[in-house]
């Protein structure tokens, strides 16, 4: 999920694009794994000569496919409608799935950048993040950020460009 080309400013960059740490999506997919082990389980017990066999089968997939959706596939669909996308002008986050949802803050209005990573976080590379910007919304608390000091480090290196008023330059220093 990325801001395309025709929406960015005169003069603004794309620094970085991402989705949330792909943590998000173990739940899901132990999920999908043990219905998927249930309900094969459950058709295989269905005895063969009972009468309505076909009819507990069909039932055991209809349940199956209806807990599959909500315990895996909808989490999926929040994880990859997702996005984070940090240019030189602005950090925007866009969430929802039928319904859409974008905020931008624009680098001048930051004023405070800060992280928090547990230990299993530091293990993963991911961690929450917490910005405050000097608008209505305050504070914004991002959970499950891939390579957060990565992230951080490129939020400090704008924010100081944006604070200095000097001319955009690459973070990555190029």
């Not at 209809?62 to 994880?79: C, D, E, Q």
């Not at 996308?85 to 974008?102: A, E, M, P, Q, Y």
């Not at 405050?132 to 959970?143: C, F, Y």
């Not at 704008?158 to 955009?168: C, I, N």
Request: some cysteine; glycine content about 8%; aromatic content about 8%.
């Amino acid at each position: 999920m990325s801001i395309p080309d025709h929406q960015l400013t005169e003069g603004e960059r794309r620094v970085r694009s991402f989705h949330p740490h792909w943590r998000m999506l173990a739940g899901p997919c132990a999920a999908l794994v043990l219905l998927a082990l249930a309900s094969g389980a459950g058709i295989w017990l269905v005895p063969g000569t009972w009468e309505y066999a076909g009819y507990a089968r069909i039932a055991i997939c209809a349940v199956a496919l209806a807990l599959l959706t909500v315990w895996s596939f909808v989490p999926y669909l929040r994880w990859k409608n997702t996005g984070y996308v940090l240019t030189t002008h602005r950090f925007t986050i866009s969430t929802g799935v039928l319904n859409k949802s974008t905020d931008e803050i624009p680098m001048a209005g930051l004023t405070t950048v800060s992280s928090d990573q547990t230990l299993i976080e530091r293990l993963l590379g991911c961690g929450t993040l917490t910005v405050e910007s000097a608008g209505e919304r305050g504070r914004l608390v991002l959970r499950d950020i891939p390579r957060i000091q990565e992230v951080r480090s490129d939020l400090f290196r704008l924010l100081e460009d944006a604070s200095d008023g000097r001319p955009d330059t690459d973070p990555a220093g190029r």
